[in-house]
């Protein structure tokens, strides 16, 4: 239920700290805009900047005077200038256009630690000075010079020395001394641990509950065009539940974003017309720069006859096919993400698993082609090529200062450029622990910061994960051995594989809430059966028959004794499944093949008949024969 007078956490914070602490700190996100609370000075809903805002709080709580610092303009108060004029008075210095110039740095009496000492001193004025910006007074808060040291002692002992002042009604205040900074540690450590007299704030991103201030409140009309909005709400007058629903999921897909980007929603759902029941699709386009979000634009047809296309491609995997298109049909239906507490979380997350050779990159593979039309939408990462310490920030980008910080990560660069894809993670096991932290964020809010501070969003995409553990274990000495094989039931693979990704993540990793995030969507492939491995191989035979006769009009034809003998090396060992059937049709097939075409001067327009494969020489080699073909033929 809207609590519309619901004042944020630091704002209470600061109420309280600011009549018993005379240095505060406001870290964090101290560069949005915010909702003025509360009926004031300003009109309550108002959206100002925090040094505004700062200035109406400290104005409803009787402060007389109100100054700003920072190292580039000085002292100033764009909201008064009023009280530059005072304060230039007091402090005898020269004001120009309301602001007084003050360099940071030093000890001298014209320094700004100087004067905010004296300004603070005084017991005649109630008195706010506010250091914004702070984070960029000096380069480095590990290895000060000496005159910045100087600064921050000065600054230390203008709020040891701040003194009460008792306005006319007898109330009394504290001259407070108040800095903005970006990070706590953009300071020097030593200005505040240990200091009784200091009070750390963090500002975050807005809570649900100012989000809903903002959607529910007086300022819901903002969002919309006068006319639209005037139209819409005549139509939900009584659809109240209808219209709460609009608003609680674009509250929850908004989670995350500053104040500063949630105005920017309200201004480009405005501009674009845009009606209340789709405010929502303003996310899209804010996150993506489109308003047709292909999940909706899904040709149902499509999906209903995907068992088919998964056929084609994928054989032998009839519990992978249906657990894959569960997650599809859940993220049509909007039922993706139900059971937790992000809606931005991932369309769907998958966790593909099970011997090597049996589909879980071409499952892949086919899901992009069939969502979104094209295995381009797959993008896949091999996750041994990230197991070193900082390959987070291959991945992800690096920090400013470090190299590669230009380029950008390879998953976040990949995900702006195709924000409705597949993402494949091959091998996750190899991946370094660092990069599953990450995946932790991603899997859980659907969004990641990225080395450049921009956000991305994975919200409209599926995830797949893919892994060989469980296929082999140590044993008590230590040595590598076959947990399973094609000789087990599939009941038996899927319980033993299971077992080992938990007993890795669990046991092993340590990290259990890498599978709380992935929940029951293991999905264990089973080995290519003998049944199986027959339809893998003739569908191999016709396409290489089809090939030959396309491309250079040559009809190949096998014996059954030849089929017959491919298909027993080919089912001899299914441990390596579908991969294993093509490597046994490129060694007792093409190889052979193409060096009795090349041997026998075959290279167009011919018969060819392949009698038997003589598997007993190395390399294997056919017994065959060959004809050219009639001209007309």
């Known amino acids: 239920m809207l609590n519309e007078n619901y004042v944020p956490k630091w704002h209470r914070e600061l109420e309280i700290f600011t009549q018993i602490k005379p240095l505060i700190i406001l870290d964090g996100n101290i560069l949005d805009i ?11 809903g108002s959206i100002i900047r925090l040094p505004d805002y700062l200035h109406f709080f400290f104005m409803d709580a009787g402060y007389q005077n109100i100054v700003f610092y920072d190292s580039e303009e000085g002292f100033s108060n764009v909201c008064d200038p009023k009280m530059i004029e005072s304060f230039s008075k007091e402090i ?13 740095r030093g000890s001298q009496d014209d320094a700004a630690p100087r004067i905010i000492r004296r300004a603070l001193e005084q017991n005649q004025i109630s008195r706010v000075i506010i250091l914004n910006m702070a984070s960029r007074y000096i ?30 009604g007898g109330t009394i205040r504290k001259n407070l001394l108040v800095i903005l900074a970006n990070k706590l540690n953009d300071l020097p450590a030593w200005f505040y641990l240990q200091n009784s007299n200091v009070k750390t704030i963090t500002i975050g991103s807005p809570s649900v509950e100012e989000r809903e201030v903002l959607v529910k409140g007086d300022n819901f009309q903002s969002f919309f065009d006068r006319e639209v909005f005037s139209a819409d709400m005549s139509e939900y007058s009584d659809k109240s539940d209808e219209l709460e629903k609009i608003q609680d999921k674009f509250i929850a897909l908004t989670d995350g974003m500053s104040f500063t980007e949630l105005n920017g929603l309200r201004k480009l759902c405005k501009k674009e017309k845009l009606h209340i029941r789709e405010m929502c699709d303003v996310i899209d386009l804010f996150k993506y720069g489109i308003r047709e979000n292909p999940w909706r634009q899904l040709d149902l047809d499509t999906i209903r006859n995907a068992p088919s296309k998964f056929e084609k491609r994928v054989k032998g995997q009839p519990y992978a096919q249906t657990k894959t298109l569960d997650i599809i049909k859940r993220a049509i239906t909007g039922l993706s993400g139900l059971q937790g507490s992000s809606h931005g979380r991932p369309k769907g997350v998958l966790f593909f698993a099970g011997p090597t050779g049996t589909g879980k990159t071409e499952t892949a593979k086919t ?9 381009e939408t797959c993008i896949r990462f091999d996750m041994s090529e990230y197991s070193q310490s900082h390959s987070d920030q291959k991945l992800l980008g690096a920090p400013p200062g470090y190299v590669g910080y230009e380029a950008g990560g390879q998953l976040t660069n990949a995900i702006k450029a195709k924000p409705f894809s597949i993402l494949l993670f091959d091998e996750i096991e190899k991946a370094h622990p660092t990069i599953l932290d990450k995946f932790l964020q991603i899997l859980e809010d659907g969004r990641m910061t990225d080395g450049q501070g921009q956000t991305v969003y994975f919200s409209e995409c599926i995830i797949i994960f893919t892994s060989n553990l469980g296929i082999y274990t140590r044993n008590a000495q230590g040595e590598r051995v076959q947990n399973v094989s094609s000789d087990m039931a599939y009941e038996e693979v899927s319980s033993r594989v299971r077992s080992a990704i938990e007993s890795y993540f669990k ?18 492939f089973d080995y290519i059966r003998e049944p199986i491995a027959k339809q893998i191989l003739d569908a191999q035979i016709y396409k290489i028959k089809r090939t030959l006769l396309m491309e250079k009009n040559i009809k190949l034809e096998l014996t059954d004794s030849a089929q017959a003998t491919l298909l027993n090396a080919a089912v001899s060992n299914l441990n390596n499944g579908g991969r294993g059937i093509g490597n046994i049709v490129e060694s007792h097939l093409i190889n052979p093949l193409a060096r009795f075409l090349f041997d026998n001067n075959v290279f167009k327009d011919a018969e060819v008949i392949i009698r038997d494969i003589d598997t007993a020489v190395s390399p294997v080699s056919l017994i065959g024969e060959s004809k050219a073909l009639p001209l007309n033929s």
């Open 34 to 44: 915010y909702q003025y609370p509360i009926n004031g000075t300003v009109p309550k």
């Open 92 to 104: 005898h210095a020269n004001n120009r256009n309301g602001v007084i110039q003050a360099p940071f």
């Open 139 to 168: 380069s480095s808060p590990d290895n000060l010079a000496q005159n910045e040291v100087d600064a921050y002692t000065q600054l230390i002992k203008a709020s040891l020395n701040a003194k009460d002042v008792r306005d006319q």
């Open 367 to 375: 899901l992009a082609e069939i969502l979104f039309g094209s295995e």
């Open 507 to 524: 046991l092993e990793l340590g990290r259990p809430e890498i599978l709380n995030r992935i929940g029951e969507n293991i999905v264990v």
